[in-house]
């Protein structure tokens, strides 16, 4: 039999070490003349220490390409549903790159925190009538083949 309990007063270096978690992303919509060497590096560096070094994959149905990357997620932060990125040719500007989460637990579609659903979101009364910036399309169905020199 196991049971479980709510841990009543952690200690602070427990609770900082139960606060960060690797959490397998997506980062989609990148403009395809970043898809160079260092840009899955930096993107998946932006949301957190990575774990494994980014590599590319290609969604076998639709044919898409996008980065997997396994970053260290603090979770008592909201999720990231977007990275701003800079295109490697500077007249081009920036654009925004979708950051879809692989396997994540429950997490809250109002506030982007893992741990609650909306009905008991803490910020549920300062969300309430704004549209909710996650969703079943914050969370990704299937992950694709890595992808090589040779399959690009």
């Excluded at 007063?9 to 990148?30: D, F, G, T």
Aim: glycine share 8%; net charge negative; hydrophobic share 40%.
């Amino acid at each position: 039999m196991l049971v479980l309990a709510r841990w009543a007063n952690p200690s602070p270096e427990v609770a900082e070490q139960l606060r960060w978690a690797p959490m397998a992303v997506q980062i989609w919509k990148v403009s395809f003349d970043c898809f160079t060497e260092k840009m899955p590096l930096r993107l998946g560096s932006s949301l957190g220490v990575l774990n494994y070094p980014p590599t590319l994959h290609r969604l076998d149905v639709s044919g898409g390409l996008y980065f997997r990357a396994t970053p260290m997620l603090d979770l008592t932060a909201p999720l990231s549903d977007e990275i701003m990125v800079g295109h490697i040719v500077p007249t081009r500007g920036n654009f925004v790159a979708t950051v879809k989460l692989e396997r994540v637990p429950h997490f809250c579609f109002l506030c982007g925190i893992i741990g609650h659903i909306g009905e008991g979101c803490p910020q549920k009364d300062t969300l309430a009538g704004a549209p909710p910036k996650y969703g079943v399309f914050s969370v990704a169905t299937e992950s694709g083949p890595p992808v090589t020199e040779d399959t690009l």
